[in-house]
């Protein structure tokens, strides 16, 4: 079955503590990004990836990191996670290129508090 | 970054009644996709649009690519209960980028 799996679903951490969100699909994407949700902001892109060891800022990188060393993997890193970045996560992945079929496969989400 | 306008916000209709809500852009888009988000789980792809003016229907939801490429529109005939969630769409300009953009969603919830 084609998914996206993300990790945790949950979690609740205190100020400072870094923590990765993990993501992985097995669908053989080139392309794989994290977006946050909050209430009246709609999907909100952090980074993006192009492929292994390509990665780029989207609309609200600060605080946090990304690596893409394999091409199934992107994780999310909060080096010093604050309140600001209480939100739901989710993990995206679709082919590259721009022709019909490139649809967006997201990932069930990770809610995140930081108190 | 930019956001496109998707209305309406929220809807509450009857079980039965049918549901339109579309999105709009200033840019022009080669694709538009809908999807449908559950409250705690991540967003499940209702229905894709490549053309522009292609009607696409998936049980009892259509969705048309507008022929301007700047809106699009779903439509839901016969809510039930299960319809219950968050609708939005997304849009994949024709150049320069390889991003999509998300409308802020519509939150429709069915009285039964």
């Known amino acids: 079955e084609a998914q996206v799996t993300q990790n945790p679903r949950y979690l609740i951490t205190v100020t400072g503590k870094k923590l990765t969100v993990t993501c992985s699909q097995n669908?053989?994407?080139?392309?794989m990004s994290w977006y946050r949700q909050d209430p009246g902001l709609g999907l909100r892109q952090i980074y993006y990836?192009?492929?292994?060891?390509?990665?780029d800022k989207g609309d609200v990188p600060e605080g946090y990191k990304v690596s893409r060393k394999e091409k199934r993997n992107f994780p999310l890193i909060l080096e010093s996670p604050s309140p600001n970045q209480t939100s739901l996560y989710f993990c995206?992945?679709?082919?590259?290129?721009?022709?019909?079929?490139?649809?967006?496969?997201f990932g069930e989400g990770s809610w995140l508090t930081v108190v | 970054g930019q956001q496109l306008n998707q209305s309406p916000q929220s809807m509450f209709i009857q079980e039965g009644e049918d549901v339109s809500m579309n999105c709009t852009s200033s840019?022009?888009?080669?694709?538009w996709l809908w999807y449908k988000q559950d409250p705690g789980e991540g967003p499940v792809l209702l229905i894709a649009?490549?053309?522009?003016?292609e009607l696409t229907s998936n049980g009892r939801l259509t969705a048309q690519f507008g022929i301007t490429r700047k809106d699009s529109f779903l439509n839901i005939s016969a809510s039930i209960p299960s319809d219950v969630g968050i609708y939005f769409c997304?849009?994949?300009?024709?150049?320069?980028?390889?991003?999509?953009?998300f409308g802020t969603g519509t939150r429709l919830k069915v009285l039964a």
């Open positions: 995206a992945s679709r082919p590259n290129g721009v022709s019909s079929g490139n649809t967006i496969y």
């Open positions: 669908m053989n994407h080139e392309y």
């Open positions: 990836s192009m492929n292994v060891e390509v990665t």
């Open positions: 840019s022009i888009f080669n694709t």
């Open positions: 649009l490549y053309k522009a003016g």
């Open positions: 997304a849009g994949h300009a024709t150049s320069g980028t390889y991003k999509y953009i």
